[in-house]
């Protein structure tokens, strides 16, 4: 099975950045859609972002000219660049990866605050 492992996140002032990464442990060859999805405390998960691998992008619309969604298929990776952060982004942000063969598998997760 296909595992994803995260990195990038930490602690943000407001206004500042931060980039997520998340590796697949192989090449996915069907088509799929590479995400972000994040859960505040006492939140439901909620969509931040996804990257289909035929091009189209998707961005919630709390994030639209804050974050980008990009991917480098060579590494099996999918990023996040989430500028002009705000205090209402903390949360745990997991990747998520659905393969057009019906699996879904899920990231571990990685903190972002974003605090003074």
């Known amino acids: 099975q296909v595992q994803l492992v995260e990195s990038g996140g930490g602690l943000v002032q407001p206004g500042g950045s931060l980039r997520l990464s998340c590796a697949a442990s192989?090449?996915?060859?069907?088509?799929?859609?590479m995400g972000w999805y994040r859960q505040a405390p006492g939140k439901e998960r909620e969509l931040v972002a996804t990257?289909?691998?035929?091009?189209?992008?998707n961005y919630a619309d709390a994030v639209k000219g804050r974050f980008t969604i990009s991917r480098d298929s060579a590494k099996n990776t999918v990023y996040l660049q989430m500028n002009s952060l705000k205090a209402e982004d903390t949360a745990v942000y997991y990747c998520?990866?659905?393969?057009?063969?019906?699996?879904?598998?899920w990231g571990q997760g990685t903190q972002v605050t974003v605090s003074s």
């Open positions: 998520n990866l659905q393969i057009s063969t019906g699996e879904q598998i």
């Open positions: 990257s289909r691998s035929g091009g189209i992008r």
């Open positions: 192989r090449s996915i060859f069907s088509p799929n859609v």
